[in-house]
């Protein structure tokens, strides 16, 4: 595989980070993931967006403009060949004598790297649903920065394993968050129900997508808290993310949802959301 490090395209064995660098000694970086289908990227400006309001947020600077971004993503799944898989991103404050506060010399780090993901669309997942656990939400508290601190989401998706699930929704106050890796929805009737954007939840990129495209669909949405046991008592539920699109979710906590098996609603919006992604990918 090439990768990118720093205005370099390099095989990843080649590839070099300092050891002062502080996404490695502090978290101290954002990162996005881009899927590819067809050897096109989904909704690039989506996450180049998400990307820019992440580093503002923590005063950092981005080493690249979204020009040179969208040609380095393409350049890295032309020569790795990637028709179905993903582009990662990340962005770090750099290398600097390490020092809590943010040292001014540090010059930003950008390193991306793909993966394929042969049969990503047609994952037999979407087919299966998806079974998950509740678990008590321990991150920090502001969720909507996309960072590379992914430790507790990590130590939840092991929690899932070990129960013998296969993701863990979080839950905070009575209410569930989102998943460890992607947003979290519920249907009741005909309505979608998701937790209201704010700093307790990461703004998914592929949220935002398909709210707009099941109210172009004239489904109903409300974006409100939920709880786990209005989530076991839905009619469907699902989660949506970058790399899983909309996948169903058919039981939570040992609890079926629903029928116990992916809804109507799930499969329509994953279908919409692969369509029109497809047809705008770039
Ligand atoms: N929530 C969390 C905590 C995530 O890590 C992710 C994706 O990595 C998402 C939601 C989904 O965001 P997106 O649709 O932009 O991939």
Do not use: C
């Amino acid at each position: 595989r090439t990768v990118y490090v720093n205005g370099a395209y390099v095989p990843e064995d080649e590839a070099k980070i300092s050891v002062f660098d502080r996404g490695f000694l502090f978290a101290d970086g954002v990162y996005e993931v881009t899927s590819v289908l067809d050897g096109k990227l989904i909704d690039f400006a989506g996450h180049a967006a998400r990307l820019k309001r992440s580093l503002s947020e923590l005063e950092m600077e981005s080493p690249v403009s979204e020009d040179d971004l969208l040609e380095i993503h393409r350049h890295l799944v032309r020569v790795n060949e990637i028709d179905e898989g993903l582009v990662y991103l990340q962005v770090t404050r750099g290398a600097a004598d390490r020092d809590f506060a943010y040292p001014a010399e540090a010059r930003p780090s950008l390193v991306l790297f793909t993966q394929a993901k042969p049969g990503l669309a047609d994952a037999p997942a979407a087919k299966k649903g998806m079974r998950v656990i509740s678990i008590p939400d321990r991150r920090w508290g502001r969720r909507d920065i996309k960072t590379v601190q992914l430790l507790y989401p990590s130590m939840g998706k092991m929690m899932a394993r070990a129960a013998g699930a296969d993701d863990a929704w979080m839950v905070e106050e009575g209410a569930v968050t989102e998943g460890t890796s992607n947003n979290a929805y519920i249907v009741k009737g005909n309505t979608i129900v998701t937790r209201h954007l704010g700093e307790e939840i990461l703004h998914g990129i592929t949220r935002a997508a398909v709210l707009r495209m099941a109210a172009e669909a004239q489904m109903k949405v409300e974006e409100r808290s939920f709880t786990i046991a209005e989530a076991q008592d839905a009619d469907e539920a699902f989660v949506t993310s970058a790399s899983t699109f909309v996948m169903p979710v058919v039981e939570i906590d040992g609890e079926p949802v629903g029928a116990g098996a992916p809804g109507p609603v799930a499969a329509r919006l994953r279908e919409i959301y692969l369509d029109e992604s497809r047809k705008k990918a770039v």
